[in-house]
């Protein structure tokens, strides 16, 4: 599958607007000469731009029917719009802490027709595991290409299961072991301190990333990240940045 830099799907953003007449006009088009009718789609994504350039890309395909930016608003956008397919982010405020997985869980008994594809910038087992296990059918980061997204939507509406390459063969393995790494990680008193947030940050942090380039991937300041960092330090008892990547590697999730 191949990849792109997920500034580039932000970019192709020119509306926040659900409704594109150019969008619908082609869609009704497509409806009209293949006889089918496009797949409806839901975007969960708490950051503004990148929700705005993924419905900027995904409209000329499907039927962008709703989004929303945290969790009570998400479940009530599924709820109320009944999409075919719901695009989810992982980290997402609100709710009671529980992110994607938390949408997932307590969306399905309103929407049981719908089904999930995960879309996060996070590939950690953690995060893989918590909204796999709550429903979802697939999940892709955000490094994903456009005509990828495209496609793993299209596979998911059809009841195929879809994950970036480098995701597959955690997934496989978590389900064969029977016992995978990350439910041990979603037990951990010390990483449970920390935010979606924060959690977020640290494992880039832990990745190499420099704070430039955190605050680049995540659409937040460098300050913001410098507090962040500064609170993961402080709520974990750690002193610097190799501490804290040996104390996330020792946890399998870097």
């Given amino acids: 599958m191949e990849q ?71 479940i009530q956008m599924v709820s109320e719009t009944q999409p075919d397919v719901v695009l989810l982010d992982v980290h997402v405020p609100g709710g009671q802490g529980g992110g994607g997985a938390e949408i997932l869980a307590r969306s399905q008994p309103l929407a049981p027709h719908s089904v999930f594809l995960a879309l996060s910038v996070s590939d950690s087992p953690q995060d893989v595991g918590s909204v796999i296990r709550a429903g979802a059918r697939g999940y892709v980061t955000k490094t994903i290409s456009s005509s990828d997204l495209v496609s793993s939507i299209r596979q998911v509406h059809e009841g195929y299961a879809v994950f970036s390459p480098k995701l597959a063969g955690f997934v496989l393995s978590a389900f064969q072991d029977g016992s995978s790494a990350d439910a041990t990680a979603l037990h951990d008193d010390e990483l449970d301190r920390l935010s979606a947030r924060e959690q977020e940050v640290m494992r880039l942090i832990a990745r190499g990333y420099t704070y430039r380039e955190v605050a680049a991937e995540l659409f937040i300041s460098i300050k913001t990240v410098e507090t962040h960092v500064s609170s993961v330090l402080r709520k974990l008892q750690l002193s610097n940045r190799s501490e804290l990547t040996r104390w996330a590697a020792d946890r399998r999730i870097v």
């Fill in 4 to 74: 792109a830099n997920t500034a580039d799907m932000a970019n192709m953003a020119d509306t926040s607007n659900t409704a594109n007449p150019a969008a619908e006009a082609v869609l009704k088009s497509q409806e009209t000469s293949e006889g089918q009718t496009p797949i409806r789609i839901g975007v969960v994504d708490d950051h503004e731009m990148f929700r705005a350039g993924v419905i900027a890309t995904l409209q000329p395909h499907f039927q962008v029917v709703g989004q929303a930016a945290d969790v009570e608003g998400s």
